[in-house]
């Protein structure tokens, strides 16, 4: 049985991809620096032994421009047949925008492959909120974003796993094609906000600051200034509005309607994403 390599193993993604395709048992090598089988962008000369023996890819770019290239003419030298590569939200419209060159590096380096490839292309993540980035300034009260008005079709990304499990399992049709990966439809982040307080049960504030204010922030905060520039860069894209469309990839792809977000509050919030956290021992 082919057996497939996952990397970003440990990562929103990769984890519940490899724990579809163990279901369905399908052999798996889950792979990233803290996984069973190691694998580094940044050190090359660990990928043969991760992509040996293996016939598709689950692949999960690395944050810089470049790799993937190398990456692919290994994989294609190692005889694997599939690449499925995850991207975002109509990433053919960024044009001059600064972000995603990680990204459209990786999807040019995977569609010039010889190999079957198929591209999915997620919108932001609903579990941004309670496994990513946004977590931590909500169970704090509150977020503070350069975004406003322009809505953000978040995408569950249970449904980006099932796609890629789907894709990967059973591949026929999907060679050659990309997927763009989006929710039901698209919400502005006060009201993503709004309904993650609601479901959590408390009162949670959205604030729409200036970008360079949020930019200023993150570095304060102690990001690498290089990641604060491409984060920011993403919110200036998005309020250019070319990525608040939903598109209907999650259900061409599997045959039924997206999750919602409401849905997803839901879920994590009774899993306790948004508890407060508790007050110190005396001042209550
Ligand atoms: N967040 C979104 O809303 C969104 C939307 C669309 C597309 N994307 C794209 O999705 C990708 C991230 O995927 P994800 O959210 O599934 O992952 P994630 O939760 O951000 O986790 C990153 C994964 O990559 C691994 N990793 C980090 N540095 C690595 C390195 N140097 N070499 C090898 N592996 C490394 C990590 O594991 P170890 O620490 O063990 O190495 C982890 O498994 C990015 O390319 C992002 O641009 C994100």
């Not at 569609?111 to 496994?131: H, I, K, M, P, Y």
């Amino acid at each position: 049985m082919s057996t497939t390599l996952v990397l970003g193993a440990t990562g929103k993604t990769g984890r519940r991809v490899a724990a579809r395709l163990r279901l369905r048992g399908l052999p798996v090598r889950a792979a990233s620096r803290s996984s069973p089988t190691t694998f580094d962008w940044s050190d090359p000369a660990g990928w043969d032994r991760a992509l040996r023996g293996a016939t598709a890819v689950y692949l999960v770019p690395p944050t810089v421009p470049g790799p993937v290239h190398e990456f692919v003419a290994r994989a294609e030298a190692a005889g694997v047949r599939r690449l499925v590569l995850l991207s975002g939200h109509a990433a053919d419209t960024w044009g001059d925008s600064p972000f995603g060159r990680d990204m459209r590096s990786a999807e040019e380096a995977v569609r010039g492959s010889a190999l079957e490839w198929t591209v999915l292309r997620a919108a932001n993540f609903d579990q941004n909120f309670d496994e990513d980035l946004f977590h931590a300034p909500l169970v704090a009260g509150g977020l503070a974003l350069p975004a406003g008005a322009v809505p953000e079709p978040f995408v569950d990304v249970e449904d980006v796993a099932d796609v890629a499990a789907a894709v990967l399992a059973e591949p026929a049709g999907h060679a050659g094609r990309v997927h763009e990966l989006t929710g039901p439809r698209a919400l502005t982040f006060a009201e993503a906000v709004d309904l993650i307080g609601r479901a959590a049960g408390r009162p949670l504030t959205y604030e729409q600051v200036p970008a360079d204010a949020y930019r200023a922030a993150l570095v304060r905060e102690g990001w690498d200034a290089g990641d604060a520039d491409h984060v920011t860069a993403m919110f200036v894209l998005m309020e250019r509005g070319v990525l608040a469309g939903t598109a209907d990839g999650v259900a061409a792809v599997l045959g039924r309607a997206p999750r919602t977000f409401e849905d997803y509050a839901l879920r994590a919030a009774a899993a306790g994403a948004w508890r407060s956290a508790p007050l110190p021992e005396g001042t209550r």
